[in-house]
């Protein structure tokens, strides 16, 4: 099993900056991918993604302003947001694919706001 837990949401002004964190433990040796997923009303979205060998993907509307990252060492992965809008207002949640059953992993979420 893996559990993952965000910190560092909260409020902040458009055109802020905030960082968001995950750290997983327990069976890491079986996580691949790890990345973040934002639920705001009636849309869900694949936010960003980093690959164990250190791959990133963004989604467009995300794209030049937020970098994931990931610290190995620490079972830490990172969203760093710049130039937040109030569109950014959502839950963020951290995933981990896995490379065993039950190949997904997700966090409880954490709350950004963006206040216009």
């Known amino acids: 099993q893996v559990q993952l837990v965000e910190s560092g949401g909260g409020l902040v002004q458009a055109g802020g900056s905030l960082r968001v964190s995950c750290v997983a433990s327990g069976s890491i040796f079986s996580i691949n991918a790890m990345g973040w997923y934002r639920q705001a009303p009636g849309k869900r979205e694949l936010v960003a993604i980093i690959?164990?060998?250190?791959?990133?993907n963004y989604a467009d509307s995300v794209k030049g302003r937020f970098t994931i990252s990931r610290d190995n060492a620490k079972n830490t992965v990172y969203l760093a947001m710049n130039s937040l809008k109030p569109e950014d207002t959502a839950v963020y949640y951290c995933?981990?694919?896995?490379?065993?059953?039950?190949?997904?992993?997700w966090g409880q979420g954490t709350q950004v706001t963006v206040s216009s």
């Open positions: 690959t164990s060998s250190g791959s990133t």
């Open positions: 995933h981990a694919s896995l490379r065993t059953s039950p190949y997904h992993a």
